[in-house]
């Protein structure tokens, strides 16, 4: 009876130090001179919007750099890292923030330790990113049918070049004729496929910035204003890798959208300007910002948790399973395996980041 009273006592001890050692006052949180994390905090916001601009801009650059171009095998490669860096973001990054911040000890409400509200998050985001692919992508296809003047959507581009080859086949029986028909048929579907394709392309790209733009607003607000150098310097650093490969990923994705010059350029400056200018409202708000409030707490949480969401759908759906189920890469062994590797690199990488960020 001793012992067990005593290992009771034991525990009650240590909750009462670690309790002990869990503050939710923003007096009690390390903090530096004001004048050094501000100037810490100015040259993140320009390293960050160089890095973010650099990488969004290199797979555009496809013109002038044929190695970067979508067509070449390389792009491909290069394209899995950077799906592989947007998946590692998701589950390693700010899936694990939005836990920790939903579960905080400092939100008293009951409600947000008894339900998983970090993972509801992310499931609503994957769902609703889902909806709004498909919604989009559906709405994208009936506007192009209609454009072309035909009110209804063949049910598939095969059945409508099987149908067409079987009437050149009974109409006519030169072979010649045929043969000119048919390869005219078969150029029409093409066609078809290449701007489905297209579409599909251009609602990924939307979607997947999207994603992006939520998460980097919410990362660059706590940088900016973050009091402590151990805390700015090394998420600065982490942030620039960051930013840079998720940029490579998206401007993957624009490229090719094959949007016009303008909404290219426009996408891009706002996938490079959105986690500055959540450092530069961070530094704005500082002196009244604190991680750990309850209300900062809970937005942080909830819009980390859908960003994630976004990110695993995207990285896994419309990234990874598009390209590594296409027949160009099943059947280019070289090109399976390099993207493979190059995937599992990119995640590797980004996930040994999260040990500072």
Not at 50 to 66: D, E, H, R, S, Y
Not at 129 to 148: C, N, P, Q, V
Request: charged content about 15%; proline content about 3%; some cysteine.
């Amino acid at each position: 009876m001793k012992n067990i009273t005593y290992f009771v006592i034991l525990l009650l001890a240590r909750a009462v130090f670690v309790a002990g050692d869990c503050t939710c006052d923003a007096e009690n949180l390390p903090t530096d001179s004001r004048s050094a994390t501000l100037r810490y905090r100015v040259t993140a916001l320009f390293a960050i919007l160089a890095a973010g601009a650099v990488g969004v801009t290199m797979p555009l650059l496809g013109k002038i750099f044929p190695v970067l171009s979508p067509e070449n095998d390389i792009f491909f490669v290069i394209k899995a890292f950077a799906a592989g860096v947007i998946l590692s973001t998701g589950f390693i990054h700010i899936l694990p923030d939005a836990f920790d911040s939903l579960t905080s000890p400092c939100l008293k409400q009951s409600v947000w330790q008894v339900f998983p509200f970090a993972g509801f998050g992310a499931m609503i985001g994957s769902v609703g990113t889902l909806m709004i692919d498909s919604w989009a992508t559906g709405f994208y296809r009936r506007k192009h049918f209609k454009e072309k003047g035909d009110g209804r959507r063949p049910a598939s581009v095969d059945d409508e070049m099987n149908a067409d080859h079987a009437g050149h086949i009974h109409i006519h029986t030169h072979a010649s004729h045929g043969h000119s028909h048919a390869s005219a048929a078969d150029g029409a579907a093409e066609e078809e496929l290449s701007r489905l394709e297209l579409i599909r392309h251009r609602v990924t790209a939307q979607v997947l910035e999207l994603g992006i733009m939520v998460h980097s607003v919410i990362i660059g607000i706590t940088l900016g204003a973050s009091q402590s150098l151990k805390t700015i310097k090394p998420l600065m650093v982490a942030l620039c890798f960051h930013q840079f490969f998720e940029g490579m990923g998206l401007g993957g994705c624009i490229s090719l959208s094959k949007f016009e010059s303008r909404a290219a350029a426009i996408m891009a400056l706002f996938f490079s300007v959105t986690t500055p200018l959540g450092v530069g409202i961070g530094i704005g708000i500082s002196k009244v910002y604190s991680d750990n409030d309850p209300t900062s707490l809970i937005v942080q949480g909830l819009f980390d948790s859908v960003a994630a969401g976004i990110l695993i759908y995207m990285a896994l759906v419309d990234l990874l399973a598009a390209d590594f189920t296409s027949t160009r890469m099943q059947t280019n062994a070289k090109l399976q395996l390099g993207s493979n590797v190059s995937m599992l690199v990119g995640a590797g990488c980004m996930s040994v980041l999260a040990k500072w960020a």
